[in-house]
């Protein structure tokens, strides 16, 4: 178990921890029952159609078998190839229409998974950096971080309905008055949302590590998280302006910048991942790839011939 597993089942446990003080507060083990019923009822709803719903929000388009663009077909067959090498079921590859770079992992479990690239990140990506980054949306898929993260937002859900409950009819008054009921309205929430910030940012450092393994190259994925930054940044994300809800599931916050970790971003601090890639890298056990020095998204048509790698393969 890794320190950042660890982490999240600390984190975890401490959001449980605080569900139960919240409900206890306010109606007592009835209440408590009730709020998490209804709130893990709405997040399984929605993680069972997650896939679904994301995907349809971003505009995104399924790269078929059929797929008439040989770049596209090409991204999607090397996305699926990784897959493979890592044993993993292999998911649905997805295109969205943005000029902006990013990419995210989505869908209930491995079998049922699905990743998306945007055509912001295969214009200006090289083809070893876009295979870091679909190697890091592979390793949220292999972790299965859209479970943890559901996990989260259930109990989240459900502190935030105690405390609407406590603020507007009234439920643990009789413990705080009605300043003690506003203040629960308000912080617990809060606090529930800084847990699951926390577990977001554990879930993105080990997505990093494990996607470093897949590709064999952590260097690749750092170079890729520069240019992604650089280009969040500066590059408008309309679909995730519109769903802000979402921003959590792109490897990079689609929506602004974190100078550092700090309690309120839902990513870790771009240059806090970079460096830890880089340690990984100067461990000396990433030679270049399980394909080889090269790596399979430095092989041109003919397998041999380089690619000119200015704007990438797809620019």
């Not at 617990?188 to 977001?200: F, T």
Request: charged residues 15%; glycine residues 12%.
């Amino acid at each position: 178990m890794t320190a950042n597993t660890m982490r999240t089942f600390i984190l975890l446990a401490a959001l449980t921890g605080l569900f139960g003080a919240v409900g206890y507060l306010i109606g007592g083990p009835a209440g408590a029952a009730i709020a998490l019923v209804i709130a893990a009822a709405l997040n399984v709803m929605a993680w069972w159609n997650s896939d679904k719903m994301v995907l349809k929000m971003h505009g995104a388009r399924e790269i078929a078998p059929s797929e008439t663009d040989p770049a596209l077909r090409r991204f999607a067959e090397d996305t699926i190839a990784m897959a493979d090498r890592a044993h993993m079921p292999r998911p649905r590859v997805y295109v969205i229409d943005t000029p902006q770079p990013n990419a995210f992992a989505t869908g209930r479990d491995p079998h049922n998974a699905a990743v998306a690239a945007t055509t912001g990140l295969l214009t200006r990506l090289t083809r070893d950096e876009v295979a870091g980054v679909m190697a890091h949306e592979l390793a949220h898929v292999k972790n299965r971080d859209t479970l943890t993260m559901t996990v989260t937002a259930t109990l989240a859900g459900a502190i935030g309905f105690l405390a609407n409950f406590a603020l507007f009819f009234g439920g643990g008054r009789d413990r705080g008055g009605l300043i003690g009921a506003i203040a629960l309205a308000i912080f617990a929430p809060m606090a529930a949302g800084l847990v699951q910030m926390a577990i977001s940012r554990s879930r993105e450092y080990e997505a990093d590590r494990v996607g470093a393994e897949i590709s064999g190259n952590p260097m690749s994925l750092a170079a890729a998280l520069e240019k992604i930054e650089r280009g969040a940044r500066t590059t408008l994300n309309p679909s995730a302006e519109r769903n802000p809800a979402t921003a959590h599931m792109f490897i990079i916050n689609p929506l602004n910048g974190q100078g550092a970790d700090n309690l309120f971003s839902t990513h870790p601090a771009t240059a806090n991942r970079i460096a830890r890639l880089r340690q990984m890298a100067g461990a000396g056990r990433y030679p270049g790839g399980p394909w080889g020095e090269e790596g399979p998204w430095s092989r041109g048509p003919g397998h041999g011939a380089s690619e000119d790698t200015s704007r990438g393969p797809w620019g």
